[in-house]
């Protein structure tokens, strides 16, 4: 099972990811990790997805990433 992690904008904080804009994807943590500190993203938020067979499932808010942790 592969992992995807989306950022999105601030709108996201609230767990309603359809009315929020992707900031960036990452496949991996580390991935996320890096690019959550580009100042660029102050009020973002990622979410980790499991990807399985294209479709994106078990959606859980990862606020221990940056730019929030």
């Known amino acids: 099972m592969e992992k995807l992690f989306i950022l999105y ?4 904080k609230n767990g309603d ?3 929020a804009c992707v900031y960036v994807t ?3 943590e580390k991935e996320a990790k890096k690019d959550g500190k ?4 102050q009020d973002g938020v990622w979410f980790e997805y499991d990807c399985v067979d294209g479709i ?3 959606k859980k808010m990862r606020m221990d990433l940056p730019p929030n942790g």
């Open 38 to 41: 580009d100042e660029s993203w």
């Open 9 to 12: 904008d601030g709108r996201a």
């Open 17 to 19: 990811t359809d009315s």
């Open 26 to 28: 990452a496949s991996s």
């Open 56 to 58: 994106l499932i078990n």
